[in-house]
T-cell receptor, first 115, second 112 residues
Framework: KAGVTQTPRYLIKTRGQQVTLSCSPI?????VSWYQQTPGQGLQFLFEYFSETQRNKGNFPGRFSGRQFSNSRSEMNVSTLELGDSALYLCASSIVDRGLSDTQYFGPGTRLTVL | DQQVKQNSPSLSVQEGRISILNCDYTNSMFDYFLWYKKYPAEGPTFLISISSIKDKNEDGRFTVFLNKSAKHLSLHIVPSQPGDSAVYFCAAREGNNRKLIWGLGTSLAVNP
């Protein structure tokens, strides 16, 4: 079974631009979560989508948004980029098995650099 | 404020010996804990998890111990291998919330 895929792997943008990152979950996984990883802050939760609906949201400004499609693929968008948005953005999928603590499986990430 | 803390940024161990990675948490509502391993330029890879109803979970060379009263968990790797060299993250969550709260990681170096 193919793992979580993320595109693109690397991205360079300038301040003020916007960016869209894509994530394809493992087949059969219905939940997609997004995380931002920076050296000083570690992994920070951005949001989670399930059945095309945002179910959880972290403490990020409204410039960060996302969506999920009917095939469970997800995109996240960052508008009006700032230098501090430079980070590794990770996507994780999970199967969502009710009553059990399901595991999140991560993609390789998208390295975003804002100049 | 960090709810999940990994106080050792790095650890160096000889091949064949035991590696012990520690993690402390402050939120008593956390009831599920996970360890992930991360290589450079890759996403975290799930290693092992433990529910708060248990105090130990073992999977091959990896064992996780949970001490709820001390709000402390540890990952033991025995025997350590050079391929285990990576950054290890402890993560926790509460109930059915899939939002993971992460420690900052411990970089493990296993020397041949």
């Amino acid at each position: 079974k193919a793992g979580v895929t993320q595109t693109p792997r690397y991205l360079i943008k300038t301040r003020g631009q916007q960016v869209t990152l894509s994530c394809s979950p493992i087949s059969g996984h219905r939940s997609v979560s997004w995380y931002q990883q920076t050296p000083g802050q570690g992994l920070q939760f951005l949001f989670e989508y399930f059945s095309e609906t945002q179910r959880n949201k972290g403490n990020f400004p409204g410039r960060f948004s996302g969506r999920q499609f009917s095939n469970s693929r997800s995109e996240m968008n960052v508008s009006t980029l700032e230098l501090g948005d430079s980070a590794l953005y990770l996507c994780a999928s999970s199967i969502v098995d009710r009553g059990l603590s399901d595991t999140q499986y991560f993609g390789p990430g998208t390295r975003l650099t804002v100049l | 404020d960090q709810q999940v803390k990994q106080n050792s940024p790095s650890l160096s161990v000889q091949e064949g010996r035991i590696s012990i990675l520690n993690c402390d948490y402050t939120n008593s509502m956390f009831d599920y804990f996970l360890w992930y391993k991360k290589y450079p330029a890759e996403g975290p890879t799930f290693l092992i998890s433990i529910s708060s109803i248990k105090d130990k979970n073992e999977d091959g060379r990896f064992t996780v111990f949970l001490n709820k009263s001390a709000k402390h968990l540890s990952l033991h790797i025995v025997p350590s291998q050079p391929g285990d060299s990576a950054v290890y993250f402890c993560a926790a969550r509460e109930g059915n919330n899939r939002k993971l709260i992460w420690g900052l990681g411990t970089s493990l170096a296993v020397n041949p």
